[in-house]
């Protein structure tokens, strides 16, 4: 009789918890950086406004927005690790 078949774990994660975690890792890899080519997209749309009081509010728009997403997830983030922390401290 051949030996079973072996499938190794990719991921390295045995619960839901630690998959979340890891999937929530690498989103930030990826968001942070879009973050910052936002930023220098704003940046740029500011530079050539050229005085232009509709490309100044777009370039500002851009940078507001960009801000409040970044404020959300990171905020969200420590929700989560609170609450997280909370429900493991009873255990």
């Known amino acids: 009789m ?3 078949i072996k499938i190794t774990n990719p991921i390295g994660v045995e619960n839901l918890e630690d998959l979340l975690a890891v ?3 690498r989103l930030l890899e990826i968001i942070i ?3 910052v080519l936002m930023y220098v997209w704003a ?3 500011l530079l050539i406004a050229a005085g232009d009081p509709g490309k100044i509010k777009k370039a500002k ?3 507001k927005w960009t801000t409040l997403g970044l ?3 990171f905020i969200g983030g420590g ?3 609170l609450i997280r922390s909370i429900l ?3 255990q």
Do not use: C, Q, R, Y
Request: aromatic share 4%; glycine share 8%; net charge negative.
């Open 2 to 4: 051949a030996d079973p």
């Open 23 to 25: 999937i929530s890792d």
């Open 33 to 35: 950086p879009i973050a």
């Open 43 to 45: 940046g740029v749309n």
């Open 61 to 63: 728009d851009i940078m």
């Open 71 to 73: 404020l959300i997830i």
């Open 79 to 81: 929700f989560v690790d």
């Open 88 to 90: 493991n401290a009873g």
